[in-house]
């Protein structure tokens, strides 16, 4: 089938069709002769939630796809614990994106699918009354949709397998990807590619240019840019507790948790992401929930910091558990010291896979070590004990992997830099974007990036930053790389963002929005013979909206937004 497919590519008139087109095409006929892997016309190299519906959307548009996954689950972290939607605004959801949350509603409009509770019984914020679509929803079931929507398909996924992040992993020809290598020696040849990761590797391989970091306040003309101390307010310590190792005495050393490094000056830029953390799935049904443990390796020292915290009079309950369907949580950090490792993922974003997984097995350890002091030191108030008692590891959850999500919630990496970044102005609509491909509706939204000691010696947390926004566009310049750098590949997360307008876009549900949209320009492409950046946004947008892409917001909009008049001089990089 694929043989024919490419024929017919070759065979289309000249006047569509370019020379580097023509050439992959052959190229890609001559591979399969020589017994490589099947071409396919759109390769995706991830199957997180976005990855997953750009497949579908290239499958419904007659494309030949195949989906890549490093490991072996499905959903990425819609099905790794984040079952309380981040939304924003639900009208700004729409496609295929709106189709997985309707799907999630049908699984639990049946009385089957409740198991340790009644359907009546379950207090659910998100859904408006009569609405089909279901917005939280339990780790399982997430992967279960996916799985079975990939099932109607026949598209073909393969887990397990992971990019050679070694020269020659990503074969380049004329400025286009011809195929990707994995680390086994399995080759994906195909005319477009889509890097659907949380960490760019595809992209970054292929040599488009890329951003780690927080950009300074004058690069994009942004006010919360940057090192933000005068604003860190939120998720902050409310008492000054000692950094040292001995209480008063800094020639002892800094406790754990505590950063060394000099803070920065407010608006300039530095090489700090936003802290990652596990979002866990819990439970108080006592035959399905499992004690904290004691985790290999643990350090009470390690929480010296929290305890000291819970001493100077902090007793808040540090997480932020919400309620999902049969008594479950998806849990989230909160306050001074919580769930998120703050400063512990600096190196994630470039690293080779073996940094990677030890730092994602330091978080893991961390985490636990965390519950289990909660829940267990006689320091820590007892109120707030006991509500750490009352809720463990639901066991019925992540059953292959003891009980831990398999998703580290990777809240920022690698960052494109294309011809046109999105920033904070396109937040708040002071620049709209004359193309857009989807809508971004949560709050500019970042956790912390450091935890620091202040020149009066006390410990504070840097980098929360959480202010509103309404419904703005999303260029489609902006998941695209430049032309001279890859004319065959795009990118719906590790998008051009900066690290403000990027805490907006960043959500699940618009991750699979941009994942519809990148599938459909990228088989205009095919159709047309032409690179990505010369899709034409007329026949884009048309597609988009047939396939009920939401491209335009002209409901209620928050306070101090503007219905700015559209331009070409804004959101160009440097």
């Keep these: 089938m694929t043989s024919r497919v490419l024929f017919s590519f070759a065979c289309r008139p000249a006047q569509s069709v370019s020379v ?63 079952g309380a939607t981040d939304i924003g605004n639900k009208g700004a959801i729409g496609g295929l994106s709106r189709e997985f949350y309707r799907r999630i509603g049908r699984h639990y409009a ?94 970054a391989k292929a040599g488009v240019s890329y951003h780690v ?12 840019a940057g090192v ?28 754990p948790l505590v950063s060394p490094d000099p803070h920065g000056i407010d608006g300039e830029g530095d090489h700090r992401v936003q802290a990652y953390n596990f979002r866990m799935c819990t439970t108080d049904v006592p035959e399905n929930r499992r004690p904290w443990l004691k985790p290999d390796g643990y350090d009470e020292k390690v929480y010296e910091l929290l305890l000291r915290n819970c001493e100077a009079g902090d007793h808040r309950q540090p997480w932020n558990p919400v309620w999902m369907p049969n008594r479950k949580t998806d849990t989230n950090n909160n ?15 470039d690293a080779d896979y073996a940094t990677r997984e030890r730092i994602v097995a330091e978080h893991r350890r961390y985490q636990l070590g965390l519950m289990y002091t909660l829940a267990n030191n006689p320091r820590v108030p007892p109120d707030v004990r006991e ?52 809508l971004g509706a949560y709050n500019m939204d970042s956790h912390h990036c450091q935890r620091y000691v202040t020149e009066e010696g006390a410990v504070r947390n840097e980098g929360d930053i ?28 590790c998008l051009a963002a900066s690290h403000i307008a990027f805490g907006s876009i960043r959500m699940e549900p618009v991750f699979m929005v941009l994942g519809q949209s ?15 950046q010369s899709v034409d946004y007329g026949k884009l947008r048309a597609q988009l909206l047939a396939d009920a892409q939401v491209l335009e917001w002209s409901g209620p909009r928050k306070t101090g937004t503007r219905r700015a008049k559209p331009t070409k001089s804004g959101g160009s990089s440097k």
């Design 20 to 82: 580097v087109a023509l050439l992959t095409a052959v190229f890609l006929t001559v591979t399969a002769a020589h017994g490589q892997s099947e071409p396919r016309q759109i390769v995706v190299y991830g199957a997180t939630s976005g990855g997953i519906v750009a497949a579908i959307q290239a499958h419904k548009l007659g494309k030949s796809v195949v989906i890549i996954e490093p490991s072996q689950h499905l959903g990425g972290l819609t099905a790794g614990g984040l």
């Design 110 to 203: 049946s009385d089957a699918a409740w198991k340790h509770q009644l359907r009546d019984d379950y207090e659910n914020r998100r859904k408006s009354a009569g609405e089909q679509e279901m917005w939280t929803f339990e780790p399982h079931v997430a992967e279960m949709v996916y799985r079975d929507w990939l099932r109607e398909t026949g598209i073909e996924v393969v887990t397990g397998e992971r990019l050679d992040l070694k020269p020659g992993g990503v074969e380049m020809s004329a400025g286009r990807i011809v195929a990707i290598r994995m680390e086994s020696g399995r080759r994906f040849a195909g005319s477009m590619f889509i890097d659907a990761t949380y960490e760019g590797d595809l992209m």
């Design 213 to 224: 970091g927080r950009e300074a306040e004058n690069v994009y003309g942004e006010s919360l």
């Design 228 to 255: 933000r101390i005068a604003k860190a307010k939120k998720h902050q310590f409310t008492h000054d507790v000692d950094p040292w190792v001995k209480p008063g005495d800094s020639s002892s050393g800094l406790l």
């Design 335 to 349: 306050f001074a010291i919580s769930t998120d490792f703050i400063g512990a993922n600096y190196a994630y974003p």
């Design 387 to 438: 509500q750490f008692q009352r809720l463990g590891l639901a066991r019925d959850e992540f059953t292959d992997n003891d009980n831990w999500p398999h998703q580290i919630y990777v809240r920022e990496a690698r960052r494109m830099v294309s011809e046109y970044v999105m920033t904070q102005r396109h937040c708040q609509h002071e620049i709209v974007s004359e193309d857009p491909v989807g």
């Design 466 to 493: 959480q202010v509103g926004v309404s419904p703005y566009r999303i260029s489609y310049r902006s998941i695209r790389p430049r032309r001279d750098e890859c004319e065959n590949l795009l990118v719906p997360f």
């Design 518 to 532: 990148t599938a459909t320009a990228a088989s205009i492409a095919i159709d047309d013979g032409i690179p990505v």
